[in-house]
């Protein structure tokens, strides 16, 4: 056999290879890693929450909770919001909020983001899982030039975040 065949094979061969790794990866990062997963509680209101009630907050408080940035604003199926917690402790994100310029708002179920932990706030229809949450909505709600805002439980604003 000539060896310019030889290595035409060859890097057929790879490149065949690393496609359908890649593709087998895709699939179980997209089917296995949601469902196995424990789901996201959704947030009681604050008064028949059993842990701490929401006027625990304090205003003066620093918390170093952030809008990271916002991914696909405009496109439905793209787009989501990344906040992080950027501190040394936890923080119990329930009941936060999430708001757009045009006053939509996305209420935090009950979940810890832990220190240097993120979470993505997805606009369309979904199954919440501890990274990836999902407001349920049929049209994008960021646009170029609008302002994020992530207020806590007593409506102080704690991050704010001016889309691209």
């Not at 060859?10 to 593709?23: D, H």
């Not at 028949?48 to 003066?60: I, L, M, T, V």
């Not at 919001?81 to 045009?102: F, M, T």
């Not at 606009?123 to 501890?130: A, L």
Request: charged fraction near 15%; hydrophobic fraction near 40%; aromatic fraction near 10%.
């Amino acid at each position: 056999m000539d060896r310019r065949k030889l290595i035409l094979y060859l890097l057929l061969n790879v490149f065949v290879s690393a496609c359908v790794t890649g593709g087998i990866l895709f699939w179980y990062d997209r089917n296995y890693r949601s469902a196995s997963l424990s789901p996201v509680q959704p947030a009681l209101p604050a008064a028949s929450q059993s842990g701490a009630p929401a006027s625990s907050f304090d205003p003066n408080k620093d918390i170093p909770v952030e809008i990271v940035s916002i991914v696909g604003a405009g496109t439905l199926d793209a787009e989501w919001v990344v906040v992080r917690n950027a501190g040394s402790e936890a923080v119990n994100l329930s009941s936060w909020q999430l708001r757009d310029s045009d006053r939509n708002v996305f209420v935090f179920p009950n979940l810890t983001l832990n220190p240097n932990g993120a979470v993505q706030v997805h606009t369309i229809s979904g199954t919440n899982t501890v990274i990836d949450l999902y407001w349920g909505l049929n049209n994008p709600v960021w646009e170029s030039g609008e302002e994020a805002q992530l207020l806590d439980p007593n409506g102080n604003v704690r991050a704010v975040y001016q889309v691209p």
